[in-house]
């Protein structure tokens, strides 16, 4: 069974930053991209960013482009995928899912893999 640790999160005020990790096991990667999903309250989960499998390229949904970061890092039996949140705004209050197998289908960013837990981002005006 596939299982994402996401840690991380918490309480910030606008304009500050915040840090997420998801750890996965290097035996039960997909080929596709990792990343990161959120869901605020009374909305749809929507993608934020993502790593591909070989960490050279990274993609962003349009509200956080320029204001967060993702990179992974490799060891020799788990793979960590990080997300640097910066200047966040209270519109980025939302849970915050990892995701393990996300690609594109009908022009849209889709996990088809399995989550994580969620983890809470609150941000605060």
């Known amino acids: 069974q596939v299982q994402l640790v996401e840690s991380g999160g918490g309480s910030v005020q606008a304009g500050g930053s915040l840090s997420l990790a998801c750890t996965v096991s290097r035996r039960t990667l997909t080929r596709y991209a990792m990343g990161w999903f959120r869901q605020a309250p009374g909305k749809e989960r929507e993608f934020v960013a993502a790593?591909?499998?070989?960490?050279?390229?990274?993609?962003?949904a349009d509200a956080v482009k320029g204001r967060f970061t993702i990179s992974r890092d490799v060891a020799e039996n788990t793979v960590t995928v990080h997300l640097q949140m910066n200047s966040l705004k209270p519109e980025d209050t939302a849970v915050y899912y990892c995701?393990?197998?996300?690609?594109?289908?009908?022009?849209?960013?889709?996990?088809?893999?399995?989550w994580g837990q969620g983890t809470q981002v609150t941000v605060s005006s």
């Open positions: 995701a393990d197998s996300i690609r594109t289908y009908e022009n849209r960013w889709r996990n088809f893999g399995s």
């Open positions: 790593i591909s499998t070989s960490g050279g390229s990274t993609y962003f």
